[in-house]
């Protein structure tokens, strides 16, 4: 008797991904709906809760109303939890728990969970995850602690929250804060002199910022003797970042009076660090972006489409991308046949990810910045500069903001949180996620074909 196996469908992580973002999404948007969530104990709008979940779950930082001044104690713990799973992965928190329970983890899951890194493969899957959720809380409480000493003093025992709150935003770069005491949607400007503050916050930032996958080279760096390429990559260009980024925001912002012009010097050194830092994924603002020059505000497009490093609770396009394309085409002016990294060949499946995500970001930026323009208000002031920042921002999961967030409509808001969402999960990964199933390509030769380019 012949026996019919059920055919299996094929498995997506991408896709997993994306549904599972958005169910954290609509879940924080109904606790941020009760009364119980705002200060004045009344339902907040529906479309203000999913604005800020979508924000806090994709850790970006753009807001419509001030965490502080808006968000009770019960809505800011929310946006807490938010900011925790989006910036480690709904997946990876996931499989802790199974790990914790002593459950196997299955080729399946391990994948999935790779797939919220933009990884393909991670070495020791048990270990791994257990080791980012035990680093990460051990990075997390020491930042907190740090910031208490200087906290509490100024606030009592609320300071602790602050202290625990901005940690875990500071550590997966989400750019919420609770400093809205000293003013709606100050954001840092008012510590911009304290630097246990901004340097504390800066190396949160920089921790997350570097990634999983180069934690874990570092952890078993005996086993290995050596760095891999993918750390090395990563160490070189946020170095090169930051230290470019500090002298850009010294000599483009130095000199205006409505941002740091009025600093000692020690306090210009210190801001521009943490702005060269914080701009690329964080979105903390220390010297109050919306009044700085559109030269500054360019520079910090720049910074922030490029972001962090994968497998980091950063966005952007990511350091390696651009590293990647920035060989490719040293590569192609030395007339070399094949692209290296650090006596490295570099295999063909990385160049072409690497320009498809490039192209796939730049496709879901113009379309965010262009519509985002055309939707403003005419009564607005917002420029063109103004929507790209705030555009780039949005995909980037930066979270800083030059003004257009707050002014655009109802229209452009909708827009941002598709944008959030989409630089969250990655284009390519939602791109993926809507592919059906992937059709097996038979062995087909087909004939060579030119094309002239440039």
Not at 247 to 266: K, Q, R
Not at 310 to 317: F, Q
Not at 355 to 360: G, K, S, T
């Amino acid at each position: 008797m012949p026996i019919f196996k059920k055919a299996s469908k094929r498995f997506n992580p991408a896709r997993t991904l994306v549904i599972g973002f958005l169910i954290i999404i609509v879940t924080g948007s109904l606790l941020l709906c009760l009364p119980i969530a705002s200060k004045a104990r009344t339902f907040t709008p529906l479309f203000d809760c999913l604005f800020t979940a979508t924000s806090a779950s994709c850790v970006t930082g753009l807001t419509v109303c001030d965490t502080y001044t808006h968000w009770s104690l019960f809505g800011q713990i929310v946006i807490a939890f938010l900011i925790q799973i989006g910036g480690l992965g709904f997946v990876t928190i996931i499989t802790f728990f199974n790990v914790a329970a002593g459950k196997k983890l299955g080729y399946r899951t391990l994948k999935n969970a790779a797939g919220d890194f933009s990884e393909s493969s991670f070495e020791g899957g048990r270990k791994i995850f257990i080791s980012i959720m035990k680093y990460s809380l051990i990075f997390e409480i020491t930042g907190a602690i740090i910031l208490a000493t200087v906290l509490i003093p100024r606030f009592g025992t609320y300071g602790i929250w602050i202290s625990v709150f901005m940690s875990i935003s500071a550590f997966c770069n989400a750019g919420f804060d609770l400093f809205g005491m000293n003013g709606a949607n100050s954001s840092l400007v008012t510590v911009q002199n304290d630097p246990v503050i901004l340097i504390t916050l800066s190396l949160l930032i920089i921790v997350g910022g570097l990634g999983f996958i180069v934690w874990e080279n570092f952890i078993n760096i005996r086993q290995r003797k050596k760095l891999s390429l993918h750390t090395k990559t990563v160490l070189i260009m946020t170095g090169v970042l930051v230290v470019g980024g500090t002298i850009f925001y010294m000599l483009s912002e130095s000199h205006n009076p409505a941002t740091m012009g009025d600093m000692p010097f020690g306090e210009k050194i210190l801001n521009s660090f943490f702005m060269s830092v914080s701009t690329r994924t964080a979105g903390f603002d220390s010297i109050g972006l919306t009044e700085s020059s559109e030269f500054s505000q360019l520079g910090t497009i720049l910074l922030m489409f490029i972001g962090a490093a994968p497998g980091s609770t950063g966005g952007g396009i990511k350091v390696t991308t651009v590293m990647v394309m920035i060989v490719t085409v040293m590569s192609y002016i030395r007339n070399k046949n094949d692209v290296e990294l650090f006596h490295h060949k570099l295999d063909k499946l990385t160049i072409y990810r690497t320009l498809v995500i490039a192209v796939l970001s730049l496709f879901a930026v113009s379309i965010c910045f262009v519509a985002l323009y055309f939707s403003m208000p005419e009564e607005t002031e917002a420029g063109a500069v103004q929507c790209l920042f705030d555009a780039v921002s949005a995909f980037s999961t930066s979270g800083l903001s030059a003004g257009a967030t707050a002014l655009t409509g109802t229209a452009g808001r909708i827009l941002l949180i598709c944008t959030m969402f989409i630089g969250r999960v990655g284009p390519v990964s939602l791109v993926m996620s809507l592919v059906l199933s992937a059709t097996k390509r038979k062995n087909i030769v087909v004939p060579d074909g030119q094309i002239l380019i440039g």
